[in-house]
């Protein structure tokens, strides 16, 4: 039953982070540009369907993430101990990071008078929001290999604890 969990927390915290992540890369790379580069009389119309239509993937995916990474981090806090000590401080920093990312793609979907002065410089917090992005997966690849000792392996009657390298299901990799 613990795999069965693990997994619905894994996949409803990646799939979702996939697509905030690969949306903020093709609107950088790919979305963005192109709107600059056109002119056409149905330009604010499109971007405005369009930011309508991505704010609600944004608050759906957000959701999941936040939940999702909130119940992954206390289950794996309350079940496993991190001989490096690193891994919380890293975890903390990863959920301040996820927070500030989600908060400018919020406002850069928005529908407030603040999200549209926010807008004004859209090409900055695009390319701001994207670079934590890729910041952020990069902390979040440094904690998935971070060594775990199972909690209550390390009684003194026991055999010396088994240290199982980034792999949070019990499989040595």
């Not at 790919?30 to 600059?36: H, I, N, R, S, V």
């Not at 309508?52 to 496993?80: D, E, Q």
């Not at 549209?116 to 090409?123: L, S």
Request: with cysteine; charged share 20%; aromatic share 8%.
């Amino acid at each position: 039953m613990q795999f069965v969990l693990d997994l619905v927390l894994r996949w409803s915290h990646i799939l979702p982070a996939i697509i905030l992540v690969g949306g903020s890369l093709y609107m950088v790379f790919a979305l963005y540009p192109a709107m600059q580069e056109t002119e056409f009389d149905e330009k604010a119309q499109l971007k405005a369907s369009i930011r309508r239509r991505w704010a609600k993937v944004v608050m759906i995916c957000a959701g999941l993430v936040v939940l999702s990474g909130l119940a992954s981090l206390t289950i794996n806090a309350m079940t496993y101990d991190y001989p490096q000590k690193y891994y919380h401080g890293v975890a903390g920093m990863k959920a301040l990071l996820a927070l500030v990312i989600l908060y400018i793609a919020s406002l850069l979907s928005g529908r407030s008078q603040n999200a549209e002065k926010f807008r004004e410089k859209e090409g900055f917090w695009l390319k701001t929001n994207a670079s934590l992005a890729i910041v952020l997966v990069l902390m979040a690849g440094s904690l998935r290999i971070a060594d775990r000792v199972p909690k209550g392996a390390d009684s003194n009657d026991s055999p010396a604890p088994e240290v199982i390298s980034g792999d949070p299901a019990g499989e040595k990799s």
